[in-house]
């Protein structure tokens, strides 16, 4: 999967489009708009919303595309993973 904001730095560039000039425009800060496009930071609702408003990029696909791209990351936790596997076998107590 890949993560929104690569889709969304895509677009940017595509309409020239500087990330510091739509983080003003949409009045949040330049370093968080800058790490979900780098994949950083997870695209959330809320500018997913934003961003669909600004630009006409539909929201629920890339809120689609930050789900499928959380998951990954999760399954490719090996902590997480370990974490897993002991709750499953402690669920199949009950």
Known sequence: PTHPGEVLKDELDYRGIS??????DLGMSYSVLNEVLNGKRALNTELAMMLEAALGVDAAPLLAMQNEYNMMMAERNE???EKLKNVKRIAAVF
């Open 19 to 24: 990330q510091r000039a739509l983080a003003r």
């Open 79 to 81: 902590s997480f993973m």
